[in-house]
């Protein structure tokens, strides 16, 4: 790491009173730091003049000091460039010990929240990190056009509008959320008003600040099996116990889970392209499940993510556009529209809820980002977004279709094809006796990105198989990254 | 709003199969979006080409349904600009009543969690909502470079790396650690590896996720009184009994801490400059809290905001820098040394905490956005993070100056001031009898913002006063300012 940071000031006290002279104190104050690595090798050094002024001393003793580290080879320096602590320092000086402040090893008690020990451990999955055929939620950015969304960046950047700096609402600029109200209420039939609307980095705070809002420990909640496992961590985390409700073809099995919980608090449903197996809820399930909801004085949240993207026929309205009694909560992202590093999606909140939904939120961190409102407020108003969707949703259907041919090619019955009628991924899922889990592991070595679905289900049933992402793999590699699936699946 | 979202296509099905013409399909899909108001007057319409392009129809019944629409004054149009919803529609049209979806009162039972009492309702109070004198926490944009700022961020905003931006490392990227842990080091006296560090959206995050990690319902922890209101809020809304501390000239008494609640599960504090009285924490309490927390086993949370500008004397090193015994976990922001809506900080964390830290931020958000993370690694290794936290030092130093002297040629004796020798504000209290919170209500009416004191204290026995921020009033306004509160202190 060599672009240290530059001139920082080490915390070096000068006591104008103390016997010892101020070159001697302004030498034992940086030989110390470096000593005690609080100052690092090639780090940057302040000027001489710098350093006099920050002192308030005379430049003097600071030339002095800074000739004697220099000599003695704690410093380095080259003309016009500065003076830097050196990068080879001699062996023995780093060996003297100083006292004070060496660490010493945890002792004692050291206690965590028994809650902290609801939230599963971070596993940093091979399949999740790879870019690339086969991953998940990754789009086609070699078509996302960042000169313009740049443009607008540093348009933004340039001219802060100080109100705007200082906006503190919790949720979100009144413009962004004008532009999202009107794109939902066309594009997908949600009913809202613009005081319904939160700003949030993703799916994941627009759950955790639901949960946060409706729900106490030991709520049962209905989540959909297979299902989002993130989704079900945030209920885990919160104390909730998950009730795994199967979905079948028209999408999560109401009836079933009216046997199995009638009395839950809630269900989480991704009605439009149902994660992971792509299923679109059918009409007459969206309807049982509202009447379900209002008759017991339960919640839906209805996590809306991949619904641009239909390749069989025209978009299906929201389960929120259903909705008469406003129990849906409903939540949208745009990470996996634009790019995921983006961090912004958004909460369509029931208008009795917006109170408590505001009063978490402040608390939780206070307000979301000014800078990437103002330019999706741009790039929505002047309709670049929608020439992007629609741009993207003829890309990812030729995709759609080569990787499907492909599969058929390659393993023929072998394997069902689930969901591929919309979105950015499908599911295929593969004969009993296949472990989903080693074969992606196996895939990751060889750089091919597997997310094994077996891991998306509750229970103990389940299928083998794997959720295909397409968005990010380039058309021409798709029928080799299929073979290279087929050789994996084969060995062994 | 005029400047609605541009050419969304509305969720319109054609059915071949029906008996219905296609142009009257679509005819009745615009007309039925307007009269239900998912269509606003000035929105603009898909043009006949990309509608017929999405429908996969002819172009013919696009353009029959778009004459007749516009013939009947649902839609208008100008060459070259387009087609919109007319934005004066006939009333008698928008009188029209359609079956279903018109929403019903909220009725049933409507639960929200227990818990989500505990969050204090949010209110926006005047005194946060105005910018100048003498709002607290506002840096002087003034000064902020800008265009620099913007070119940096254009520069990252353009070259997207595909592995940066797919990137999920819930603490943050690798570089943007690396150079706060050097700043940290250097300047602070923070010891640190690069994998202790949590880039977070700001303290309150910070605060969030250290409770989540560290607290259950009914622990105890010391807080300083007065203290940060929205500091204590976190700890209520996760069931936790603040324990307020009283806070004197050497910062909080530890001794009262011991007496009061020996046991506490944790301290927070704010040892460079007490927020609000500006305090700073002799290095005896320093000690007597590290020495209390290692022999319970107790937390310490160091919120080390402010701590760049001190006036008087050097920087003092950090509360973490003498803890041998790793029970501080040390919290700081970039958003109130750069600018507000930034949303940008971090948390140094013990190493054996470091993985729950991660498992809770994962499940919270999963990772934070890329942009201003490789933007502010790049404005603080190329020097221009120290040059300016020196600029405004010495700028901040002024006003302080200015303010001090204003407030005492305006109050004299009627007045104490607090902790004017570090930060970016200084406490003022005054005479008994006046009621702090009525004047800032006052004041706020004739756009004076002044933070009442009172509202920092958690018990009833409470000094009155003002927390006055001073960094982003014109150094040329402040004797003005001064007196426009005198003005309104002495009025009535």
Redesign the interface.
């Known amino acids: 790491?060599n672009?240290?940071?530059?001139?920082?000031?080490?915390?070096?006290?000068?006591d104008r009173r103390s016997p010892t002279p101020l070159h001697k104190q302004i030498y034992d104050g940086f030989r110390s730091?470096i000593l005690r690595?609080?100052?690092?090798p090639g780090?940057?050094i302040p000027s001489s003049r710098?350093l006099a002024i920050?002192?308030r001393v005379s430049r003097f003793p600071v030339l002095n000091a800074y000739a004697q580290l220099l000599a003695e080879g704690y410093f380095e320096s080259s003309v016009g460039s500065g003076t830097f602590v050196s990068s080879a320092l001699p062996e023995q000086r780093m060996s003297v010990a100083l006292p004070r402040?060496?660490?010493?090893k945890?002792?004692?008690?050291?206690?965590?929240?028994?809650?902290?020990r609801l939230?599963?451990?971070?596993e940093n999955q091979p399949a999740?990190?790879g870019?690339g055929a086969f991953?998940v939620h990754?789009p086609a950015?070699d078509q996302f056009p960042?000169?313009l969304?740049?443009?607008l960046?540093?348009h933004h950047?340039?001219?802060?509008h100080?109100?705007?700096?200082?906006?503190?609402?919790?949720l979100g600029t009144e413009r962004f959320r004008?532009?999202i109200a009107?794109?939902l209420?066309?594009?997908?039939?949600v009913?809202c008003e613009v005081d319904q609307i939160m700003i949030v980095?993703?799916s994941?705070?627009a759950l955790?600040i639901t949960a946060?809002?409706?729900?106490?420990r030991g709520?049962p909640v209905w989540v959909e099996e297979p299902g989002y496992r993130?989704q079900r961590?945030?209920l885990t985390?919160a104390g909730c116990i998950p009730v795994p409700i199967s979905v079948d073809n028209e999408g999560m099995n109401v009836a079933a889970g009216i046997r199995a919980r009638r009395k839950a608090?809630a269900a989480f449903v991704t009605p439009s392209h149902q994660y992971p197996l792509g299923v679109t809820m059918s009409a007459s399930r969206r309807l049982q499940l509202l009447n379900w909801a209002?008759?017991?004085?339960a919640w839906i949240i209805e996590d809306d993510y991949d619904s641009e993207y239909r390749y069989e026929?025209?978009?299906?309205?929201s389960l929120h556009?259903?909705d008469?009694?406003?129990?849906v909560i409903y939540i949208g992202t745009f990470s996996k529209v634009l790019?995921?590093?983006?961090?912004l999606g958004y909460i369509v909140i029931?208008?009795?809820?917006v109170?408590?939904f505001?009063?978490?939120r402040?608390?939780?961190?206070?307000?979301?980002?000014?800078?990437?409102q103002e330019v999706l407020s741009d790039f929505?108003?002047?309709?670049h977004?929608?020439?992007h969707i629609?741009r993207m949703r003829q890309t990812y259907g030729e995709k759609r279709t080569a990787l499907v041919e492909s599969l058929k090619a390659e393993f023929g019955r072998e394997l069902e094809i689930h969901g591929a009628e919309a979105g950015m991924h499908l599911a295929m899922t593969l004969q009993d006796g296949l472990r989903d889990t080693g074969i992606a592991a196996r895939a990751g070595r060889e750089r091919l990105w597997l997310w094994p679905l077996s891991p998306s289900y509750l229970g103990e049933k389940h299928r083998n198989g794997f959720i295909l992402g397409f968005g990010s793999i380039p058309r021409d590699q798709i029928s080799a990254s299929v073979r290279h699936l087929r050789t994996i699946i084969s060995s062994k």
Request: proline share 9%; no cysteine.
């Open positions: 790491m672009r240290a940071a530059s001139g920082i000031l080490p915390a070096i006290a000068v730091a690595r609080e100052l690092r780090q940057r710098e920050e002192l402040t060496s660490v010493n945890p002792s004692g008690p050291r206690p965590v929240a028994r809650g902290s939230y599963p451990d971070f999740i990190r870019w991953g990754q950015l960042f000169q969304w740049s443009s960046v540093a950047s340039r001219n802060p100080a109100n705007a700096i200082h906006h503190i609402n919790p004008e532009a009107d794109y209420r066309a594009a997908r039939g009913k980095s993703g994941q705070q955790d946060r809002v409706l729900f106490d709520d993130l961590s945030v985390a608090r209002q008759t017991v004085g026929s025209m978009p299906i309205a556009g259903l008469v009694n406003q129990r790019f995921p590093s983006l961090r029931p208008p009795d809820l109170e408590r505001v009063a978490v402040h608390v939780m961190d206070i307000f979301p980002p000014y800078l990437y929505i108003n002047e309709g977004f929608t020439r629609r």
